[in-house]
T-cell receptor, first 111, second 110 residues
């Protein structure tokens, strides 16, 4: 357990509204990741960060942005939510032995 | 490039063995294995680096065949607690993000 929390844990929002998901870690890990998980697709990387204010795109980054102003917080923003972004979102950090620790997930429903 | 896992699903009785494969079309630098129980977050099992090493975790072990660009996860004498979805994540070079396969759903029944 790497002390990762995600908020909110569940959210229902309407199409077109902006949504921000928060990931908070207490282990001072440098690397942080946002994934989405959908049936039949496994875990797909949205964005990742390799330090404060250092971020890069993953394979499914369209429609998402991220920010990292402090080591412990990594925010994921859906600029204008669409139904295709209904998913379970996981945050993860990278430990010292290259293992990833995952947060509990956020279930987002866009209606 | 997303690795391909096989089988997609498998059902075992307690005490039986299973093998889950993870293949890539590109050269692999490392392979990572995770297990996710229903409704929970994925949990790290092990990492294998190129060089053909084999690792173990309880009765779960894995091998990495660099030439074949694949890794296999071996579950021996399966227990009910082994049920879940197993994911492999692959790196084609160091310092690149993992790409996960679609997962293999393992169900162990009494």
């Amino acid at each position: 357990d790497a002390g990762i929390t995600q908020s909110p844990r569940h959210k229902v929002t309407e199409t077109g509204t902006p949504v921000t998901l928060r990931c908070h870690q207490t282990e001072n890990h440098r690397y942080m990741y946002w994934y989405r998980q959908d049936p039949g697709h496994g875990l797909r990387l949205i964005h990742y960060s390799y330090g404060v204010k250092d971020t890069d795109k993953g394979e499914v980054s369209d429609g998402y942005s991220v920010s990292r102003s402090k080591t412990e917080d990594f925010l994921l923003t859906l600029e204008s939510a669409t139904s295709s972004q209904t998913s379970v979102y996981f945050c993860a950090t990278l430990g010292g032995a290259y293992e990833q620790y995952f947060g509990p997930g956020t279930r987002l429903t866009v209606t | 490039q997303q690795p391909v896992q096989s089988p997609q699903a498998v059902i075992l009785r307690e005490g039986e063995d299973a093998v889950i494969n993870c293949s890539s079309s590109k050269a692999l630098y490392s392979v990572h294995w995770y297990r996710q129980k229903h409704g929970e977050a994925p949990v790290f099992l092990m990492i294998l680096l190129k060089g053909g090493e084999q690792k173990g975790h309880e009765k779960i072990s894995a091998s990495f065949n660099e030439k074949k660009q694949q890794s296999s996860l071996y579950l021996t004498a399966s227990q009910l607690s082994y049920s879940g979805t197993y994911f492999c994540g692959t790196e084609n070079s160091g310092n690149t993000p993992l790409v996960f396969g679609k997962g293999t759903r393992l169900s162990v029944i009494a």
